[in-house]
T-cell receptor, first 114, second 113 residues
Framework: DSGVTQTPKHLITATGQRVTLRCSPR?????VYWYQQSLDQGLQFLIQ???????AKGNILERFSAQQFPDLHSELNLSSLELGDSALYFC?????????????FGPGTRLLVL | AQSVTQLGSHVSVSEGALVLLRCNYS??????LFWYVQYPNQGLQLLLK??????LVKGINGFEAEFKKSETSFHLTKPSAHMSDAAEYFC???????????FGSGTRLSIRP
């Protein structure tokens, strides 16, 4: 158990819909990273937040957005969903801003868009 | 742009045999390099990392990797495979002090009894 929790574990929705994925970092960690793992694109970094502020951006679509709240949990919002958005979405947390090498991964949310 | 290439999407070895998973990186400056393991239905777990301190890096579960600048490689090895090593392995690269991590396409390791 990494100490990072993600909800829900599974999510099934339809094209055009909007969903919110939630991530709670390990106690004391200030950074949250979001990743997408799909058959087509592999494992991709989406976005990073540090202490409530966006710190780095990867291959995140404009239809996707994220935020980190004062209690440090983070949410990833996916809108206007397409079939290709079906994937496993991971979050990871780390103590520091540049701590990508110290990140711990959550178990992921599996999203299926029908 | 940085990238990593993992040769072989699937590797199968016998229990007790040598495990060799290949990773080559493309970077204009010495990067940080990582190997992660993903067990079925789980998140990624860090196996080991190279941060320029030593070229031979020892990780968890008996794995190690050697950074070879001349070959731009960071292959993962384990002398003797165990059934519990069956998983997907990802090589990754990040420029020092950066947050963006680039993953390879992954190699699925199967262990034959």
């Amino acid at each position: 158990d990494s100490g990072v929790t993600q909800t829900p574990k599974h999510l099934i929705t339809a094209t055009g819909q909007r969903v919110t994925l939630r991530c709670s970092p390990r106690s004391g960690d200030l950074s949250v990273y979001w990743y997408q793992q799909s058959l087509d694109q592999g494992l991709q970094f989406l976005i990073q937040y540090y202490n409530g502020e966006e710190r780095a951006k990867g291959n995140i679509l404009e239809r996707f957005s994220a935020q980190q709240f004062p209690d440090l949990h983070s949410e990833l919002n996916l809108s206007s969903l397409e079939l290709g958005d079906s994937a496993l979405y991971f979050c990871a947390s780390a103590p520091c801003s540049g701590g990508v090498e110290t990140q711990y991964f959550g178990p992921g949310t599996r999203l299926l868009v029908l | 742009a940085q990238s990593v290439t993992q040769l072989g999407s699937h590797v199968s070895v016998s229990e007790g045999a040598l495990v060799l998973l290949r990773c080559n990186y493309s970077s204009s400056v010495p990067p940080y390099l990582f190997w992660y393991v993903q067990y079925p239905n789980q998140g990624l777990q860090l196996l080991l990392k190279y941060t320029s301190a030593a070229t031979l890096v020892k990780g968890i579960n008996g794995f190690e990797a050697e950074f070879k600048k001349s070959e731009t490689s960071f292959h993962l090895t384990k002398p003797s495979a165990h059934m519990s090593d069956a998983a997907e392995y990802f090589c990754a690269v990040v420029r020092s002090s950066a947050s963006k991590i680039i993953f390879g396409s992954g190699t699925r390791l199967s262990i034959r009894p």
